[in-house]
């Protein structure tokens, strides 16, 4: 049970971490994501 809940916070860590990243690239420079 724990190994479970450990991995649904590794994963919701992962997708806010994956958010932010691409927030902060998108204030960046937006002809780098800019085509995606």
Do not use: C, H, R, W
Not at 9 to 28: D, E, K, R, S, W
Request: aromatic share 8%; no cysteine; glycine share 6%.
């Amino acid at each position: 049970m724990f190994k479970e809940i450990t991995d649904s916070i590794l994963t919701i860590i992962g997708l806010v971490a994956f958010i932010i990243l691409a927030i902060y690239l998108l204030n960046q420079d937006p002809s780098l994501v800019g085509p995606i």
